[in-house]
């Protein structure tokens, strides 16, 4: 693979967060960079499908600060740790206002950016190498297959930080040379969930099943799985692992969709509780997930909750049951089988929360609906920016925006968009 080396001067970001310049001609894109500085870099691959890959700062922007992880410019798990605490705001609140502004949006109704602690990320999933008896194990490079080994994160929980290093000790009895892994971590309310996959082996030996369970067992998880295609051999297990929404325990696993942080659920549900109407008689929750939502809606009115994942929908319709709240759930392709005009008769609210494709075929129903309250929940500004412009079109008045920075340092954003017929 051909490799040359070059400098650009940075005049932009993307909304990646990659530096926008030139070099022979073309417009390139070198992460870790910032507008205005001097970057060397490395050009990979044929000129069809270059890669420019950061080297060092030749001249530096003011704007950039020492980044607080060893592994920043390597881990590709981080790529904002660079940026002043103001240019990090101002390049968060345009990951929402220029797509606002490409679909004819106002960019006012930005309120200023809600910013959660960090190193409070109670989901992660990493990646595992043994190679000549050493572990590697943590997050890809930058676009890249190679993994770089965690000596340090200051984005994951204290309590998943802390199995990482034992786990290697384990890992390396375990794993033979050049075998690749995968590990799946949680942590809720009764302690860590741990799922544990080995490229190409379909079973554990009793050697291993009892190293991994002894792992298990003096780190104290909730619970420990081997997982190998869809089967679940559960290697150790203390108590079922749950999460709370709004006072119900809630079963999850490993590979739940969950909010980043229990800070990210407790603020999002309040700026959806905020817009509750005070006459409620009955609300829909669209892509429900397991009830972050639902549930606390239900303390003031029925809820109909739709989502497709059946494992979601099995752990909220028992905690429905346990807790005895008026929460009706619908397995559902929301993306095929949108809700009809006529379906969403009756709901004066409607909760929705997709996936980062959004939800335009569910959006084109109720913009022509008599829901009088719609609350967006998205994790991708670009597909709510489409969405919201369907919506208005379709006359609603797009009331409030509010943009929620759960994924510390990374080119993501969450937002609540409220809508009023």
């Given amino acids: 693979m051909e490799e040359i080396f070059g400098t650009s001067t940075i005049y932009s970001l993307s909304h990646e967060a990659e530096g926008i310049g030139e070099f022979e001609g073309h417009t390139i894109r070198i ?3 910032l507008p205005g500085e001097q970057i060397a870099f490395k050009q990979i691959g044929s000129k069809k499908r270059r890669k420019f890959v950061f080297q060092a700062v030749e001249s530096a ?3 950039r600060v020492t980044p607080v992880c060893r592994h920043f410019t390597q881990c590709g798990g981080c790529t904002l740790q660079h940026m002043s605490a103001d240019l990090y705001k101002e390049f968060k609140k345009s990951l929402i206002t220029i797509p606002l ?5 106002d960019p006012f109704l930005v309120d200023d950016i809600i910013i959660l602690p960090f190193g409070k990320r109670r989901r992660a999933n990493l990646d595992i190498i043994k190679k000549n008896d050493v572990v590697y194990l943590g997050f890809h490079r930058w676009k890249s297959h190679q993994i770089i080994d965690l000596k340090e994160c200051h984005t994951l929980s204290p ?21 690749k892994a995968k590990i799946f971590l949680t942590e809720t309310k009764s302690g860590v969930d741990f799922s544990f996959e080995v490229q190409g082996v379909l079973e554990l030996t009793e050697s291993q099943r009892e190293i991994l369970k002894s ?33 119900a325990d809630v079963a999850v696993d490993a590979y739940s969709f969950l909010q980043a942080t229990e800070e990210a659920d407790e603020i999002l549900t309040s700026l959806v509780m905020k817009h509750v109407p005070s006459t409620l008689r009955k609300a829909a929750d669209l892509f429900c997930g397991r009830g972050t939502f639902s549930f606390p809606i239900s303390r003031f ?4 909750s739709f989502e497709l994942d059946k494992s979601a929908l099995n752990a909220l319709e028992d905690a429905v049951l346990k807790s005895q709240r008026n929460i009706t759930s619908y397995q559902r392709n929301l993306f095929d089988e949108p809700l009809s ?12 929360d997709p996936p980062r494709a959004g939800a335009l075929e569910q959006v084109k129903t109720l ?6 309250t719609i609350v967006y929940v998205s994790c991708n500004p670009q597909t709510f920016a489409r969405d919201a412009k369907e919506l208005v079109d379709g006359g609603y008045i797009l009331k409030e925006i509010t943009a929620v920075d759960q994924f510390a340092w990374s080119a993501h954003l969450e937002v609540v968009g409220v809508f009023a017929k």
């Fill in 367 to 372: 913009k022509d609906s008599k829901v009088q």
């Fill in 301 to 304: 009115a029925p809820v109909d």
């Fill in 215 to 247: 792992f298990a067992l003096e780190n104290k998880l909730a619970r420990f799985v081997f997982k190998h295609g869809k089967k679940i051999d559960c290697i150790y297990k203390i108590t079922d692992p749950v999460v709370t929404f709004d006072g």
């Fill in 341 to 352: 005009i006529s379906e969403l008769k009756g709901y004066e609210m409607v909760v929705i």
């Fill in 31 to 33: 992460p870790f960079s």
């Fill in 159 to 179: 309590a998943l930080k802390s199995l990482l290093d034992p786990f290697k000790i384990a890992l390396n009895i375990v794993l033979d040379n050049f075998q």
């Fill in 101 to 105: 502004q490409e679909h004819g949006l």
């Fill in 61 to 63: 922007s003011d704007a």
